[in-house]
């Protein structure tokens, strides 16, 4: 139990590296120390948590530097108990971010989870040597080394285009209209808090957006100040092919008008401009700016700003119902998880039964020399 809610908490934040970065952000705030550090050093430091986290699992799982391992482990679990405990009493923050968007706990449900854990942990670094090798000492530094690029290459990937899962309330395929209608029942939903603000018509337009029935393009920038620029042209070509085919366009952010004429003065940006909240706007899309593709309130789809859709010359004068982007993509979770099991359990199960093979024929052999 213990290896595997390690390799699930280090899994989940590695495939959301922002939002462990978001959540360790909101963990300085409520320190008093919001201002100390950098973006990249939080960034840095969600990347290296799901690493560590993942890899110490893993580890565990099989058996690997058993002392060190055990060790490491029951003193993380020495220092989240007390942190957990501190943010169930005090409730700084609404959830401690242990298992990212993918299973959210109450404080006091994480500070009882991390009671288990630790005696859990406890056991474990008392007994190190009772626990089965599934890899001979020889091999574990193929373990070691797989495991290790693995999850950074998850991080990585996730972070130059979106997160390989997606456990927020805005991924793709999420019929927007038919939840943020549902909040006027008084249901306590995350959707709540969307809403979307015309800035020049000064009138909120969410209803409007969201009831459309044909295409709605909108670029997400939470803050344009902070915004990558460097797919300018790309985002202001795709404006043009939603101008030329009569579907809507906007940009939402949380700026402020100083910075959102800045940005229209630097990029020449005919699109109209909406506030939307903050918080709501980095929910929505791990990228800044992202794009996102609405059908009749539907998300049909979303790019970072790294992989934005290139129409091209040929395809400019087809309208989206005759473009794969203008259709819900066909690779499903099913077929995600498929990949994390061919491209990750697989080889390590069949690690482990050439490496078991080995050694019974090693100890074939040492009992004929025996004989």
């Given at each position: 139990?213990?290896?595997?809610?390690?390799?699930?908490?280090?899994?989940?934040?590695?495939?959301?590296?922002?939002?462990?970065?978001?959540?360790?952000?909101?963990?300085?705030?409520?320190?008093?120390?919001?201002?100390?550090?950098?973006?990249?050093?939080?960034?840095?430091?969600?990347?290296?948590?799901?690493?560590?986290?993942?890899?110490?699992?893993?580890?565990?799982?099989?058996?690997?530097?058993?002392?060190?391992?055990?060790?490491?482990?029951?003193?993380?679990?020495?220092?989240?108990?007390?942190?957990?405990?501190?943010?169930?009493?005090?409730?700084?923050?609404?959830?401690?971010?242990?298992?990212?968007?993918?299973?959210?706990?109450?404080?006091?449900?994480?500070?009882?989870?991390?009671?288990?854990?630790?005696?859990?942990?406890?056991?474990?670094?008392?007994?190190?040597?009772?626990?089965?090798?599934?890899?001979?000492?020889?091999?574990?530094?193929?373990?070691?080394?797989?495991?290790?690029?693995?999850?950074?290459?998850?991080?990585?990937?996730?972070?130059?285009?979106?997160?390989?899962?997606?456990?927020?309330?805005?991924?793709?395929?999420?019929?927007?209209?038919?939840?943020?209608?549902?909040?006027?029942?008084?249901?306590?939903?995350?959707?709540?808090?969307?809403?979307?603000?015309?800035?020049?018509?000064?009138?909120?337009?969410?209803?409007?957006?969201?009831?459309?029935?044909?295409?709605?393009?909108?670029?997400?920038?939470?803050?344009?100040?902070?915004?990558?620029?460097?797919?300018?042209?790309?985002?202001?070509?795709?404006?043009?092919?939603?101008?030329e085919h009569g579907y809507a366009f906007y940009c939402l952010t949380a700026s402020?008008?100083?910075?959102?004429?800045?940005?229209?003065?630097?990029?020449?940006?005919?699109?109209?401009?909406?506030?939307?909240?903050?918080?709501?706007?980095?929910?929505?899309?791990?990228?800044?700016?992202?794009?996102?593709?609405?059908?009749?309130?539907?998300?049909?789809?979303?790019?970072?700003?790294?992989?934005?859709?290139?129409?091209?010359?040929?395809?400019?004068?087809?309208?989206?119902?005759?473009?794969?982007?203008?259709?819900?993509?066909?690779?499903?979770?099913?077929?995600?998880?498929?990949?994390?099991?061919?491209?990750?359990?697989?080889?390590?199960?069949?690690?482990?039964?050439?490496?078991?093979?080995?050694?019974?024929?090693?100890?074939?052999?040492?009992?004929?020399?025996?004989?």
């Amino acid at each position: 139990m213990l290896s595997v809610t390690f390799i699930l908490s280090g899994f989940v934040k590695a495939v959301d590296p922002l939002g462990t970065q978001y959540k360790i952000d909101d963990y300085l705030e409520a320190m008093g120390m919001g201002s100390l550090l950098p973006t990249w050093v939080t960034l840095g430091a969600s990347v290296l948590q799901s690493a560590v986290e993942f890899c110490l699992g893993i580890f565990l799982l099989f058996a690997i530097q058993r002392r060190l391992t055990s060790r490491l482990i029951l003193l993380i679990m020495l220092v989240m108990t007390p942190l957990t405990l501190w943010l169930a009493l005090t409730n700084p923050i609404s959830d401690c971010g242990c298992f990212g968007d993918a299973v959210v706990l109450t404080n006091w449900q994480t500070f009882w989870k991390n009671i288990v854990l630790l005696g859990c942990a406890v056991v474990v670094a008392w007994w190190p040597k009772d626990m089965f090798r599934f890899v001979s000492e020889s091999n574990q530094w193929i373990v070691i080394n797989y495991s290790v690029l693995f999850i950074i290459g998850i991080s990585v990937w996730s972070l130059y285009y979106l997160p390989t899962f997606d456990f927020r309330p805005y991924h793709v395929g999420t019929n927007l209209r038919e939840n943020w209608q549902r909040t006027m029942d008084g249901e306590d939903l995350p959707y709540a808090d969307f809403f979307i603000d015309d800035i020049d018509a000064g009138e909120d337009i969410t209803e409007a957006v969201l009831g459309d029935s044909s295409y709605v393009m909108l670029l997400i920038s939470p803050f344009l100040e902070q915004a990558d620029d460097s797919r300018l042209d790309l985002i202001n070509e795709l404006y043009e092919y939603t101008d030329e085919h009569g579907y809507a366009f906007y940009c939402l952010t949380a700026s402020t008008q100083k910075h959102i004429e800045r940005w229209h003065d630097v990029t020449g940006a005919e699109y109209p401009f909406c506030q939307t909240d903050g918080t709501t706007l980095k929910t929505i899309i791990r990228s800044n700016p992202g794009l996102v593709l609405l059908k009749d309130g539907v998300i049909i789809r979303k790019w970072s700003h790294n992989d934005l859709p290139d129409i091209g010359e040929e395809q400019s004068t087809l309208p989206l119902e005759q473009l794969e982007i203008g259709h819900l993509p066909d690779d499903n979770v099913a077929k995600r998880i498929a990949m994390i099991m061919m491209w990750f359990v697989l080889p390590l199960t069949v690690l482990t039964l050439a490496d078991r093979t080995w050694m019974w024929t090693q100890w074939i052999r040492r009992r004929r020399k025996k004989e």
